[in-house]
């Protein structure tokens, strides 16, 4: 191939990368969907009677908002802006593509750009934290991995170390996931005081804000962090036990989950798909690895150790490592590390064994190809899900007038813990409604009137006015 025939090829693959990932947050926008903190937040575009310096500081000023001041400021900007148009709020969406694009300018100066086009696809389509690449709300992951990512630039690239130690700050004041990334940064620092400097510029700074300037400036400020699970030695094992179980087990039964739903593939998707594979083969049928076997081991090691190290945030939280539901939200520093370890090790391990070049291209393209089919069975998931809810809320709206009900509290039961393990159309039990902050705008979408009824899920709330079952396309009301 010639070397202008091979810049188109990869141009080509790049483009298709992009477009794809274009092409499933469209389908998520178009569709209108909306699942579990999102459906909260876009309501409360709703009742926004403020100016915009009233909302921002009112909002920031939150439980959820005052440790992440960073990322609070641009969802916030996002709802003031979206109380006329729902539409609005997915702009959040298009932080995702924005990290693909820092991931790849920062690995294309460490690596090749065909590495980084390689490492920003498998990053797109993974299976690890689905919430961060469909939920508006996880902007603040994205904008945390932007910010990370380029601290490390600064680091390896630039050798400025004051700017690397201020964007790893606002990366953890956007969200916390990569707060034991800082070991990362710390082993890319060549002198030893250099790195002492940096580590108590970036913990000091991180310190003096979580625990004087954040109680001074916010009256509804919130310490997320648990330090006492440290010495919980049950919990962390259990941490450990369910992160190999995330990554041995978990993993590899979404795959499956996903071609078990294939039929749902349309016509459109499966092109995308077919041509990204095969961009994938092209672009490295003539890719040379000797060159880069070096820093391939050497990226290798440093993100096996990134993706070990990110786990270490759990021991600091109340949350657990888990590929489902929303609470795989926290997995952005999980996601990169993995990512980029697996990619590295793999073309790495291909090329020391000298596997022909037409071989590597191939095993790279039905990679591909498998994890963009699970990654689009994600997306029908979560598209499933938001009809899932819309259903739910309709049939109790049915119900509401038949029997005449115009205000009070609603509990409705549609077994939501066995809809989401036993029903087929869910990979990663996608977030159903659950909690009664999500009612309220699905209420509203269905023509329920959100201030004169509150909807509970039964298994959150059994004390309520009214009851509504539903079960086998039945419902009833007591």
């Known amino acids: 191939m010639s070397k202008s025939n091979y810049e188109k090829s990869f141009i080509l693959l790049f483009f298709l990368v992009f477009f794809y990932v274009f092409y499933t947050l469209y389908a998520i926008y178009s569709s209108n969907v909306v699942l579990a903190d999102d459906l909260a937040m876009i309501y409360l575009a709703k009742d926004i009677d403020q100016n915009y310096f009233e909302h921002i500081v009112s909002f920031v000023d939150s439980s959820t908002m005052s440790a992440r001041p960073v990322s609070g400021f641009i ?12 539409q609005i709020y997915f702009s959040g969406l298009l932080f995702f593509p924005l990290s693909l694009l820092t991931i790849y300018f920062v690995l294309n100066k460490i690596l090749t ?35 990370y990512v380029l601290s490390i630039y600064f680091i390896v690239i630039k050798k400025n170390l004051i700017l690397s130690s201020l964007l790893f700050i606002l990366s953890i004041l956007s969200y916390e996931i990569f707060f034991m990334g800082i070991l990362i940064n710390i082993l890319l620092i060549k002198e030893n005081k250099k790195k002492i400097l940096y580590t108590l510029l970036t913990l000091g700074l991180l310190f003096f804000y979580r625990k004087f300037a ?50 749902k593939v349309n016509l459109f998707e499966w092109a995308i798909a077919i041509l990204l594979s095969y961009g994938v083969f092209n672009v490295l049928r003539t890719f ?44 952005g520093s999980v996601r990169l590390f993995f990512t980029i370890s697996f990619l590295c090790f793999l073309l790495y391990f291909l090329g020391q064994i000298k596997f022909k070049k037409n071989g590597i291209a191939l095993v790279f393209s039905i ?26 809320f309709r049939k109790i709206k049915i119900k509401l007038d038949e029997n005449n009900i115009e205000e009070g509290s609603v509990c409705v039961d549609f077994d939501v813990y066995k809809e989401v393990e036993s029903n087929t159309n869910f990979i990663l039990r996608e977030p159903l409604f659950f909690n009664q902050w999500e009612s309220q705008e699905l209420a509203f979408k269905n023509g329920i009137d959100p201030k004169r009824i509150i909807i509970h899920n039964w298994e959150r709330q059994k004390k309520c006015d009214y009851q509504i079952l539903i079960k086998n396309e039945k419902v009833l009301i007591k």
Do not use: H
């Open 75 to 86: 969802t916030g900007t996002i709802i003031f802006l979206s109380q006329n148009n729902d």
């Open 113 to 147: 750009k065909e590495i980084a086009c390689l490492a920003i696809l498998f990053y797109a389509v993974s299976m690890i934290g689905t919430s961060i690449q469909f939920s508006p709300i996880m902007l603040n992951s994205n904008v945390a991995t932007i910010f």
């Open 288 to 331: 040379d690895l000797d060159l880069n076997s070096k820093k391939l081991k050497k990226v290798a090691m440093i993100t096996l150790c990134g993706f070990i190290f990110s786990f270490g945030i759990f021991i600091f939280s109340t949350y657990m490592p888990t590929l489902f539901g929303f609470e795989n939200r926290n997995l």
């Open 214 to 263: 954040q109680v001074y400036f916010f009256t509804n400020s919130y310490q997320r962090d648990s330090v006492s699970n440290i010495f919980d030695m049950q919990r962390n094992f259990k941490i450990i036990v369910w992160s190999g179980k995330m990554i041995f087990r978990d993993y590899f039964v979404a795959i499956y989950r996903s071609f078990m739903n294939i039929g």
């Open 367 to 392: 990679f591909s190809l498998v994890l963009i089919i699970s990654d689009l069975g994600v997306k029908n998931s979560w598209m499933y899900a938001n009809d899932f809810n819309n259903n739910i």
